[in-house]
């Protein structure tokens, strides 16, 4: 988990979400975490971002690539907006970011066929995914 801008904890986590240890989970996590933060930084948004990172989830979706179809994980997306923690919101990215993220994501990280986002507010959801 990469953690953004001023007053954030000092944690760090392999948010692998129940990918088998194995497997190549915490990489490809780690590698779909430091497009997300590159994109950040690319877009002039790291400052007004709270907390930022990227999750592989458990889940495998049928995709395509080229002329083959694939059937490989999901990376989540989350980024929230706070000023202490206790509350939080989802940061409002435009549509062209998340999409040009995502398409980064699928190009570079090996097993990954599908990114989503995280829209969910704190509360009643908390930042981080366990």
């Known amino acids: 988990m990469i953690i953004v801008g001023a007053r ?4 760090r986590s392999e948010l692998t979400c129940g990918v088998r240890e194995s497997s190549r989970g915490p990489q490809r996590r780690r590698q779909a975490d430091a497009v997300y933060i590159d994109q950040i ?14 999750v592989l989830l458990p889940v495998k ?11 490989e994980y999901v990376v989540g997306l989350r980024a929230v907006t706070s000023t202490d ?8 990215f435009d549509m062209k970011f998340l999409g040009e993220t995502a398409t980064r ?26």
């Open 61 to 71: 979706t049928v995709g395509v690539m080229g002329d083959g179809r694939t059937y």
């Open 85 to 92: 923690g206790m509350t939080a919101d989802f940061y409002s």
């Open 41 to 54: 930084r690319k877009a002039g948004l790291y400052d007004q971002i709270w907390q930022a990172f990227a």
């Open 8 to 11: 954030r904890p000092a944690w």
């Open 105 to 130: 994501i699928i190009n570079e990280v090996k097993g990954v066929n599908r990114v989503v986002y995280d829209v969910t507010s704190k509360p009643p959801e908390i930042i981080e995914w366990e």
